[in-house]
């Protein structure tokens, strides 16, 4: 919401309806013009409120806003002079003007209800495009000459009159520019040199950046290193001195210390750095493994030349299709992924850890195929939204599903 009003009319207005509420009794017109331009105007009484002097108010010219503005709730810096509301003192001339022979008597009734109603509302509160705007209302003593000059500065002759001030009346500033978001992430890489051993080929680690859609479809994200990746998905190897010809092979470590040859996972490949992308078939099964780069020359031959080796790990891969909430049919709930090996999966709601079994009942999961796992609630579980968590051979899957407990 913006602070002040956006001109100045809309307090003038304001008091012009404020006095048009409160006659009380007395028969008059509530007019903005000014005390000659009354005179010209049919036969009535009038009450002139004119706006005749501005003035910058002594006391909030440099504060600010209490309210802040939107997109500045995080900093607590001073506003730059633009994006501060002009901070006003209003000062009207209230004059009353009547023909005939009770003009007189007239002229001081209709002042007569306009000082009752300024003095009975001293704070004015409104509403202004959309904006909460607050005022207050003073009498102002004036000395004689400062009267006779105000007098002197118009063309007609001196009537019944009186100065208002309306004060602090804020002029509305332009929307100060959105603040920056502060970074949730920083990433920092660079290439590592001078490494030893590195002249032949050196790897240092895997890298993988997670993302999935949390309940409410709220993008989250996360990084692994050592990376956790499922078939099908990309993951990054560092290292220096790659892409030669004693380096541009890449080898997967099995845990007894056998190796294969999965050059075809590099999609991309620089001196510092492989891209590697997992088929979906033909991969093996979930569990840790390690990567090293060397040449062609195979293990154990003579020529034969490898690097140090870096870990990384495989998981089962959970569909995230559809909503990340997962519905039920009847009381049993469908997982749908891949590489999911009977006797190895664990399956959690949160904390809490269901029981393999051949078949389902509240509290187990059976792992129905290689894509598949069915699981009931158990019976017991506290109402609550849970995280499946699913978990190969000790390797956990990334987030994708939630179920809801009512």
Same mark, same amino acid.
């Given at each position: 919401m913006a602070i002040g009003v956006s001109n100045l009319w809309?307090?003038?207005?304001?008091?012009?309806?404020?006095?048009?509420?409160? $006659?009380?009794?007395a028969t008059f017109t509530v007019t903005d013009r000014s005390p000659d331009e009354v005179r010209s105007q049919p036969d009535d009484t009038y009450l002139s409120l004119y706006l005749f002097h501005i003035a910058p108010d002594k006391f909030q010219r440099n504060a600010l806003p209490v309210a802040p503005t939107p997109g500045t709730e995080r900093t607590t810096r001073a506003f730059r002079t633009p994006y501060q509301p002009l901070s006003?003192?209003?000062?009207?001339?209230?004059?009353?003007? *009547? $023909?005939?022979?009770?003009?007189? !008597?007239? %002229?001081?009734?209709?002042? +007569?209800?306009?000082?009752?109603?300024?003095?009975?509302?001293?704070?004015?509160? *409104?509403?202004? #495009?959309?904006?909460?705007? %607050?005022?207050?209302?003073?009498?102002? /003593? %004036?000395?004689?000459?400062?009267? #006779?000059?105000?007098?002197?500065?118009?063309? +007609?002759?001196? !009537?019944?009159?009186?100065?208002? $001030?309306?004060?602090?009346?804020?002029?509305?500033?332009?929307?100060?520019?959105?603040?920056?978001? $502060?970074?949730?992430?920083?990433n920092l890489a660079v290439s590592p040199a001078s490494l030893p051993f590195a002249s032949a080929g050196?790897?240092?680690?895997?890298?993988?950046?997670?993302?999935?859609? *949390?309940?409410?479809?709220? /993008?989250?994200?996360?990084?692994?290193?050592?990376?956790?990746v499922a078939p099908g998905q990309s993951l990054t190897l560092y290292g220096t001195g790659?892409?030669?010809?004693?380096?541009? !092979?890449?080898?997967?470590?099995?845990?007894?210390?056998?190796?294969?040859?999965?050059?075809?996972?590099?999609?991309?490949?620089? %001196?510092s750095r492989f891209l590697l992308s997992l088929p979906i078939a033909g991969i093996p099964t979930a569990g840790v493994y390690q990567l090293r780069a #060397?040449?062609?020359?195979?293990?154990?031959?003579?020529?034969?030349?490898?690097?140090?080796?870096? /870990?990384?790990?495989?998981?089962?891969?959970?569909? /995230? *299709?559809?909503?990340p909430i997962l519905s039920p049919s009847g009381s049993t709930y469908t997982l749908n992924g891949r590489s999911f090996s009977p006797g190895t999966v664990e399956v959690l709601l949160e904390t809490v850890s269901l029981s393999a079994?051949?078949?389902?009942?509240? #509290?187990?999961f059976a792992v129905t195929s290689n894509t598949a796992i069915a699981f009931q609630l158990p019976d017991n579980l506290p109402n609550g939204v849970y995280g499946v968590r699913v978990r190969v051979n000790g390797v956990e899957s990334a987030p994708a599903k939630w179920v809801v407990k009512s």
């Open positions: 809309d307090i003038t207005d304001e008091l012009i309806q404020l006095l048009n509420a409160n $006659k009380g009794g006003l003192d209003l000062y009207y001339l209230l004059t009353a003007y *009547a $023909k005939g022979v009770n003009a007189s !008597r007239d %002229e001081q009734r209709a002042m +007569t209800a306009a000082l009752k109603c300024f003095h009975e509302h001293p704070i004015v509160t *409104a509403t202004v #495009g959309g904006n909460n705007i %607050e005022f207050v209302l003073s009498l102002e /003593p %004036e000395t004689a000459d400062s009267v #006779g000059r105000l007098w002197q500065a118009v063309t +007609t002759s001196l !009537r019944l009159s009186v100065v208002y $001030k309306a004060s602090v009346v804020l002029v509305e500033p332009p929307t100060p520019p959105t603040q920056a978001k $502060k970074p949730e992430t920083i050196q790897v240092v680690s895997t890298y993988v950046r997670v993302s999935y859609i *949390a309940p409410g479809n709220k /993008p989250h994200s996360y990084e692994l290193i050592p990376a956790v790659l892409n030669q010809s004693s380096s541009n !092979r890449l080898y997967l470590i099995f845990p007894d210390g056998t190796e294969q040859d999965v050059t075809s996972w590099i999609s991309q490949a620089n %001196e #060397g040449n062609a020359v195979a293990i154990a031959t003579e020529g034969a030349i490898r690097s140090n080796a870096t /870990p990384f790990s495989i998981a089962a891969w959970i569909d /995230p *299709a559809d909503s079994s051949a078949t389902v009942a509240p #509290g187990q």
